[in-house]
């Protein structure tokens, strides 16, 4: 029945570019999520007024996070292709997307986090600092749980915009959907293939976005 | 307990031509142990800095500032830390952390002092208690009334056994009946902890219902303190007439003395003023034994503070000129105020 509809798709390779992208997805996102944390805490925390005020560092870190999130993301795999061999040794394969996707990511998600964390009441980082708390503990204590649910509603919108970049890094070889729909379907007029990729990507899409909603309203208790 | 001398505290502008603000001007202050004690003052006045610089969310520009032995104007880093756990504070808008439930909040000074899990569940209990919130102990802060949430405060800023207790416009947020509730419990762990407690304000209400002295802040000065009974008899600023009359004269009593000299052309309204004992003394029916007048009460108000009562009478009294002068006479050997009260025309 199945096959009806979609004369030309090769199944085991649908399977596959769907794992590579799960993949690719996954593990980039993972990275982002610790990556962009970091990145967002440090611009946070040496904003002006905050615990680590610094201007300097935060005017680098900034500038940084603004150059990469700018690049268009297709241009930034080409610009890492040398960072990219000399990393994980090879330009091919759902691994040697990792650094691209995580390095056009984090920046994206750090943004979002610094977002996050200045919307934490500052009367209970007041408070929690009257009560003798460490830098460490309102950093864990205070800062990331009161900003949790912006953190993963943010990881969501991230999850989402790497799903789109995995689809361009196909062009570097990087297999998975969009590379599928781009290769077997497009180039080889296999319309079905392309729509079949589409759906697959909308359904990971729908999904992340229904397990990023959930844990988002579970967390939040305001 | 604390003690703050010489202590201000500038802040510096942005632009060029504005002058820095002088937020606490040479501020000198004692605070004795056990005590309830006010600082009240209109917003601008200084008085959040003040009481910020008690436990180090601010730094005095010069001065210094002591409390419970700890030199808080200088000390940094872990003794600062050490120290503010000393010092509590509750604060105008509660200040919980909403991804905690009312057992957690309380739990979390409690978890940064580094007291052990079963220990800390036996003092959250106990503080539960003491602020009246069994039974709310899952819920979280979102759930709770306004008075709820400050109990919680409370409770949470009970917790490491401190020796003082900052109270940041602790009931301003609060409707009148949760904020009498509120400063009965403050009053209460007072005397039965022994706590100092300093608050700021802005409602006189809360001067006369809990504190023993107070001061009144204005231009990051204070331009008057003493025992609070002191300074309802006998206010000595204009700012602090101003509040003294928040709880004394209702916005309508001007205008019922209007009216009130429109209709009785005869006789005299006449103000009392009533301090401390003498509010206990029947002084309305010696008034019409003794003398031979007749005696309308127009209004008045007796308010309880913790020193003793304070009161204003609104009086009209008709009869003739020569009763009417040594009643008035009567009045004041019984120590207490009077003034007659004549039309703003």
């Keep these: 029945m199945l096959s009806n509809w979609f004369p030309n798709v090769i199944w085991e390779n649908i399977w596959l570019a769907t794992k590579e992208t799960l993949y690719m997805t ?12 970091l990145l967002g805490l440090l611009l946070f925390l040496t904003s002006k007024g905050q615990m680590w005020e610094n201007k300097f560092i935060n005017v680098i870190i900034s500038a940084v996070v603004n150059i990469f999130r700018s690049i268009p993301f297709i241009i930034l795999i080409i610009l890492l292709i040398p960072f990219t061999i000399f990393v994980v040794g090879s330009m091919l394969g759902a691994k040697a997307a990792l650094p691209a996707l995580i390095i056009g990511a984090a920046p994206f998600y750090a943004r979002m986090v610094e977002i996050g964390l200045r919307e934490v009441d500052k009367g209970v ?27 993963v509603s943010g ?68 | 307990m604390i003690t703050l001398s010489k202590v201000s505290k500038v802040f510096s502008t942005k632009s060029v031509q504005s002058k820095p603000i002088k937020a606490v001007d040479e501020v000198n202050l004692t605070i004795n142990k056990g005590e309830i004690f006010g600082i009240i003052g209109y917003s601008g006045a200084g008085k959040s800095t003040l009481i910020r610089m008690l436990n180090g969310l601010e730094t005095p520009s010069s001065g210094s500032v002591v409390v419970a032995g700890n030199t808080i104007s200088s000390i940094k880093g872990r003794n600062l830390r050490k120290a503010r756990q000393e010092i509590s504070m509750i604060f105008q808008h509660f200040n919980l952390l909403w991804s905690r439930t009312v057992h957690d909040n309380i739990a979390f000074p409690l978890e940064i002092a580094g007291i052990k899990k079963s220990e800390r569940q036996k003092r959250v209990n106990e503080l539960i208690k003491l602020v009246g919130l069994e039974g709310r102990e899952g819920a979280y802060p979102s759930q709770l009334s306004g008075g709820q ?11 490491n056994n401190p020796k003082v207790l900052l109270c940041d416009e602790a009931t301003s947020a609060l409707d009148p009946q949760t904020t009498d509730s509120i400063l009965e419990l403050l009053v209460d762990i007072n005397k039965r902890l022994g706590l100092t407690i300093v608050l700021i304000t802005h409602e006189m209400h809360v001067i006369q219902k809990i504190c023993h002295r107070v001061a009144v802040m204005e231009g990051g000065r204070i331009v008057e303190q003493g025992p609070v009974l002191d300074v309802f008899r006998n206010p000595a600023e204009q700012i ?7 709880v004394t004269e209702p916005e309508e009593t001007k205008d019922t003395v209007e009216h009130l ?20 003394s029947p002084l309305i029916t010696k008034l019409i034994r003794n003398f031979q007048l007749d005696v309308n009460i127009v209004q008045g108000k007796i308010s309880q503070t913790q020193h003793g009562s304070y009161g204003t009478l609104f009086i009209h009294m008709d009869g003739s000129d020569e009763e009417i002068t040594h009643a008035i006479e009567f009045i004041k050997e019984q120590q207490v105020g009077v003034e007659v009260m004549s039309s703003a025309e």
């Design chain 2, 261 to 280: 000299l429109e209709h009785y052309p005869q006789g005299k309204v006449v103000q009392l003023t009533f301090v401390g004992e003498n509010t206990e």
């Design chain 1, 26 to 37: 996954g593990i980039a996102l993972l990275a982002t999520f610790i990556l962009g944390i």
């Design chain 2, 149 to 159: 949430k400050q109990r919680v405060g409370i409770a949470r800023a009970l917790a």
């Design chain 2, 240 to 246: 602090t007439k101003r509040f003294v009359q928040q």
């Design chain 1, 125 to 151: 980082i007041e408070a929690a600092r009257s009560m003798g708390a460490k830098t460490s503990t309102i950093i864990f204590k205070v800062l990331l749980p009161e900003s949790m649910p912006a953190l």
């Design chain 1, 155 to 222: 990881i969501t919108v991230t999850a989402i915009a790497l799903i789109g970049y995995t689809a361009m890094a196909g062009a570097i070889g990087a297999g998975g959907l969009g590379d599928l729909a781009y290769k077997e379907g497009f180039q080889r007029n296999n319309n079905d293939v392309t729509m079949l990729a589409t759906i697959l990507i909308l359904l990971i899409v729908f999904v992340i976005q229904f397990i990023g909603d959930y844990i988002t309203s579970k967390l939040d208790k305001r």
